[in-house]
């Protein structure tokens, strides 16, 4: 073994030596229907309006590290309770690493029904934390007996659920997040990257549950590029995780454009509208093709498996037709020969179904 390697090997902790690197394929030359994006451009004139705004930043300046209009915009477009605080981040896997820094410890358990969001167990185990999978039911809900039985043997201090789930698309029961949020004796926090298309959420029921705190992001609404997430819950909590939070994480463009952004929240709802609907017309089309089934989704995607061939060969073939999805195949158990498609446009939507092998 080299020096180099010796090291590695010496100095950078197992649990890291045995993860492997978040992958993004490179998209250049497709159609990108793999990472759950909002596929509008802003208008012309609202560009325009945006640019002249960013003329205003002082770039020699740090950011305003607890800027409080922003926090407003926030709480006004997402009914934030009165009386409830935030933490930003940069974007929501910033929240998730700073929520399991706070937690960590000896024999720690960090618990996640599976499969879900993959960086909840890929920052427990960078972390040093112990991460129980809790496998779904069949049909992808809430197995309720079978999270009750591991939170009660694990008692974690925290349990992660995405409503609705990625890469799955389903939304919870919401009977079952009320069991589990009364069973857990640690925090429970909701994932609702996706709640612009599910028209569901808890963030109303953040006064009525101690152990609850929200997480949401604005990457899927249509500002990816900013990378923004926030959490929402009591002060207690929050001002306790603020204290993991790294000075001026959210950059003075971020900040800028994501007020400016909310001024003119019209336009997104308007995308957001058009992609539930298109949605709905893409898992129709799907449902009609031989060889594919989808499942319902809440979210801005569609999973579908591919019945007759492996899932390998239609992501090969779409890549060909050069659309670009997300094969899932590789995770196993019920993901085998799963691929998952974003929604797009009315146009890109037409080229992936397509591009569809038949």
């Known amino acids: 073994m080299g020096t180099t390697d010796a090291l590695v ?77 935030l933490l930003l981040g940069n974007g929501s896997d910033e929240i998730i690493q700073m929520l399991l820094m706070a937690v960590a410890g000896p024999e720690v358990s960090v618990l996640a029904p ?56 389903n939304l919870f029961e919401r009977q079952a997040v009320e069991a589990i949020l009364a069973a857990t004796p640690g925090l429970v926090v909701l994932d609702e990257a996706y709640a612009p298309f599910a028209e569901a959420t808890f963030m109303r029921d953040l006064p009525n549950y101690p152990n609850l705190l929200v997480m949401r992001t604005l ?43 909310l001024e003119h929240h019209t336009v997104f709802d308007m995308q957001t509208e058009n992609l539930r609907r298109d949605r709905e017309k893409l898992f129709q089309a799907l ?16 999973l579908f498996r591919c019945d007759d ?4 060969e239609i992501f090969d073939a779409l890549k060909r037709g050069g659309i670009l999805i997300k094969n899932l195949s590789g995770a196993g158990g019920p993901l085998t020969d799963c691929l998952r498609v974003t929604v797009g446009t009315p146009d890109e939507n037409r080229r992936f179904l397509a591009a569809l092998p038949a």
């Open 9 to 85: 090997t010496r100095l950078i902790r197992p649990e890291i030596r045995a993860l492997s690197a978040y992958h993004v394929a490179d998209a250049a030359g497709y159609v990108k229907l793999d990472a759950m994006e909002n596929p509008y451009v802003w208008p012309e004139d609202m560009r325009l309006d945006w640019l002249a705004r960013l003329q205003t930043v002082a770039m020699n300046r740090y950011p305003d590290p607890a800027p409080a209009r922003l926090k407003a915009l926030l709480r006004e477009a997402d009914g934030i309770p009165d009386g409830m605080a």
């Open 114 to 169: 599976e499969p879900t969001f993959v960086m909840y167990r890929q920052i427990a185990r960078s972390l040093g934390l112990n991460f129980i999978g809790v496998p779904l039911a069949a049909d992808f809900s809430l197995d309720l007996a079978a999270m009750t039985a591991a939170i009660s043997e694990h008692k974690p201090a925290l349990v992660f659920l995405a409503y609705p789930n990625n890469p799955t698309g």
């Open 219 to 261: 990457s899927k609404l249509g500002l990816a590029g900013l990378r923004l997430g926030y959490l929402a819950g009591t002060p207690a909590w929050i001002d306790e995780l603020d204290k993991v939070r790294l000075p001026y994480n959210i950059n003075v463009l971020t900040q800028v454009t994501v007020e400016f952004a």
């Open 287 to 302: 449902q009609a093709l031989p060889g594919f089934t989808p499942l319902p989704s809440r979210a801005n995607f569609i």
């Open 309 to 312: 061939r492996p899932a390998a």
